[in-house]
């Protein structure tokens, strides 16, 4: 599947926010979808305030605090980032 596939406005990311444990995006058609922080160690690792600021982009979530994002292909798809680990893995 091409990303363009994903890339439609019903998949466009509306809002989009983060609590102590997961990452929320609320897409145009209606769909709410979440992903647990730990899936996102550069999320999980900043403060509640560098989360709170986020840009929506068409196709992801920005968070320019920090300098990353997460595409909404990754999180309807569940992609991690390379390092995540789940918390009882953690070293």
């Not at 363009?4 to 979808?33: M, N, S």
Request: glycine share 6%.
């Amino acid at each position: 599947m091409t990303s363009l596939e994903f890339e439609t406005e019903g998949t466009r990311p509306v809002a989009a926010w983060c609590d102590d444990q997961y990452v929320f995006a609320t897409l145009a058609d209606g769909r709410q979808i979440r992903a647990p922080l730990w899936w996102y160690p550069y999320l999980e690792q900043a403060s509640e305030a560098e989360r709170a600021e986020v840009e929506l982009q068409y196709s992801g979530i920005w968070w320019p605090a920090i300098d990353e994002g997460v595409s909404i292909k990754a999180l309807l798809l569940g992609w991690k980032a390379p390092n995540a680990k789940a918390p009882d893995q953690a070293a």
